[in-house]
Each structure stands twice: as structure tokens, then as C-alpha cells.
């Protein structure tokens, strides 16, 4: 867990990271979850692997690289 005042942010393994954020692109598809809740939690796991992105150094290139490519696959699978 890393703290920065005001926010919390659980520190997860970059593969998990990608799943995070490639799920809530596959929510969008399930009538039973709210819009309004998949669209909040993907704004939060954003900014959360913003700040992953900033702040872990080494492991940077890694949380960008599988940023882009939950981004990726979830568009890729909205579009279908």
C-alpha cells in the first residue's frame, strides 16, 4: 500500500493491474452493473495506475505498458 496524503492506492503486480482495468471495460457489456458505477470505478483505477506510474521507478515501464494494453483490449472488446 502506498499512502499520498489524501489517497490510498493498493500496490498490485502489474498482470493484476491489467485485469483491474481491462474488466471495467468488459462491464460496460452486463446489464445487471450500473453505467454510472463502471464509469466511476474506471476514472478510480485510473488514477490509480497514474500514480503507480509515477511513483514506482523501475516498475513504471511495466504499469504504462499494461495500462495501454487493458485500454487496448477492453476498447477491442467493447467494439465487437
Do not use: W
Given at each position: 500500500?502506498?499512502?499520498?496524503?489524501?489517497?490510498t492506492?493498493?500496490i498490485?503486480?502489474?498482470?493484476?493491474?491489467?485485469?483491474?482495468?481491462r474488466?471495467?471495460?468488459?462491464?460496460?457489456?452486463?446489464?445487471?452493473?450500473p453505467?454510472?458505477?463502471?464509469?466511476?470505478q474506471l476514472?478510480?483505477?485510473?488514477?490509480?495506475?497514474?500514480?503507480?506510474?509515477?511513483?514506482?521507478?523501475?516498475m513504471?515501464?511495466?504499469?504504462?505498458?499494461v495500462?495501454?494494453?487493458?485500454?487496448k483490449d477492453g476498447v477491442?472488446?467493447?467494439?465487437?
Amino acid at each position: 500500500i502506498k499512502n499520498f496524503g489524501f489517497l490510498t492506492i493498493p500496490i498490485h503486480s502489474p498482470f493484476r493491474r491489467y485485469h483491474i482495468i481491462r474488466n471495467n471495460f468488459y462491464m460496460f457489456k452486463e446489464s445487471h452493473i450500473p453505467k454510472k458505477f463502471v464509469i466511476h470505478q474506471l476514472i478510480v483505477n485510473c488514477i490509480h495506475q497514474f500514480f503507480l506510474i509515477l511513483t514506482m521507478g523501475k516498475m513504471a515501464k511495466q504499469y504504462f505498458i499494461v495500462f495501454l494494453k487493458a485500454i487496448k483490449d477492453g476498447v477491442k472488446y467493447l467494439l465487437k
